[in-house]
């Protein structure tokens, strides 16, 4: 028995396509997911975004985004049927259960140490909504910097 | 341009002239403003969205090219993820392989 591992999938259907064809690829996803017993977690759909180059002469297309919880087989099928639809063109499937997993360890350790280092200088673990950020662990000038290239971007 | 900027760009003028005859002093011009600090890891970025358009473009100057780290002062680590999601989002025609 394979492994279920998270993934996320990732496609662009044609500018051509009606929102019925795009429905129609949805619910087609979702039947391949439900046969090899996975779960569909999340489905995002951006709508028409312009694409950054041609793809075969489209320049737009629909993205839709799909979280999928399923082994490996699975998503072989979901690509290989990808692949041979026309109306798509373009799908990227990434593994994503591992890059999470990740961050959410990094997220907890970062504040496992700040409600460590809080306490040691006896104030509560969580920050206070008074208190300004900045005033931990960063030096002003820091911030100050920050701040102003943050604006900048805008 | 701010408070900082005049110490630790006024070194890096300093510099400017005489970096090819001193390795140990870093040679970076005045031409990019500096950016001491990771932008991941001082905004606590932990995952690198390849979806996310507005977090990956201001590491991709017109050309289309992947910013070096050297200018944008990204830490090695979060450059290795970044790499990675410029490519899946280029992939993905949200970010230009190449723009002339």
Known sequence: MSQTRQYEL????SPDASEQAVADLHTQVEQIVQRFNGTLDKTENWGRRKLAYEIGHAREGTYVIETITGTGELMKEIDRRLRVTDTIIRHLTVRVDDDLKVAERLRSERKATQARRRTARGLPPEPQASERRGDRDNDDQDDGVMGLEAEGQR | MSPERGGGGGRGRGAKKDDKDKKGERPRGGFFRRRRVCKFCAE???????????????????RGKIQPRRISGTCAKHQRALQVAIARARQLALIPYVTD
């Open chain 1, 10 to 13: 990732v496609y662009i259907v």
């Open chain 2, 44 to 62: 606590k970025i932990d995952y690198v969205n390849y979806k996310d358009v507005r977090l990956l473009s201001p590491f991709i100057p017109e």
